[in-house]
């Protein structure tokens, strides 16, 4: 997921070695479909049923694109064998930018696309507060926009905390808060922290310079819903469940007033 680029002639990362979680297959272990299934797929029409469209979503850590197209085929209920012939349409109900650090994985995104006129994949540093602002900024400008209606972080949150730090993730959360009227959020439960650095170990190399100073620990999904409710001005809407490899997906609203009043105000138009 939130991804650093390979370098040329390393090895073979086993699941959860890779410091960034730049995984070059990681759908092949974690398929889309174990997501996707939980999410109702009249989610964006049951939040947004007045918004002017298109909507704007944004993935954070989209590594090499294939949950971002499952995630757009199922919110738009567009079919598998489906590509370029919908781009018309879909486009005028959703737009998505997804990003990732890996600029090797957001290569082969674009490369694999079928939506390339809606879908846009950027290779971005999140955490890097110089350029994420400009350059989202940018993007959203295009549509007379100052923020996403939501944004999608699926599996990102460990990799952050573990290279960042307690304030990392909190920053982080607070960023992400901040950009969008809801955030759907996949944490990663404990165990794959310690699975990480184990396996990190395990291949001789150096460990997370965080992992053993972590305060925030524990129950990740509860700690990190008390961060954004607590601190993030966000309130928990729903949680659709957990998948096969025990990740929770948390749906959150913002009440920060900049968010209240763009669809209320297209209502009265």
Known sequence: ???APMSEG????????????N?????RFHPPEGRVRLLPGGLLRSLFPAAARPLLGLDVGCNSGELSVALYRHFLGLQES???????AAGKDLNLLCCDIDPVLIERARQCSPFPASISFANLDIMDSSARGPFLSSYLSRFGRSTFDIVFCMSVTMWIHLNHGDSGLM????????????LLIEPQPWKCYRAAARRLRKLGRNDFDHFRSLAINGDMAERITQILTKDCAMELVCCF???SWDRSLL???????????????????
């Not at 390393?10 to 979680?21: D, F, I, Q």
């Not at 489906?82 to 018309?88: F, H, V």
């Not at 920053?171 to 809801?182: A, D, I, P, R, T």
């Open 1 to 3: 997921k939130m991804a």
């Open 10 to 21: 390393s090895p073979a990362l086993e699941p959860g070695a890779a410091p960034y979680g």
């Open 23 to 27: 995984f070059p297959n990681y759908s």
């Open 82 to 88: 489906k590509g370029s012939l919908d781009q018309p």
């Open 171 to 182: 920053e982080f959360l607070s960023f992400l808060s901040s950009l969008c009227k809801y």
């Open 241 to 243: 469940g957990s998948t």
């Open 251 to 269: 749906l959150f609203k913002s009440n920060r007033p900049n968010h209240e009043g763009r669809e209320s105000s297209e209502q009265e138009q």
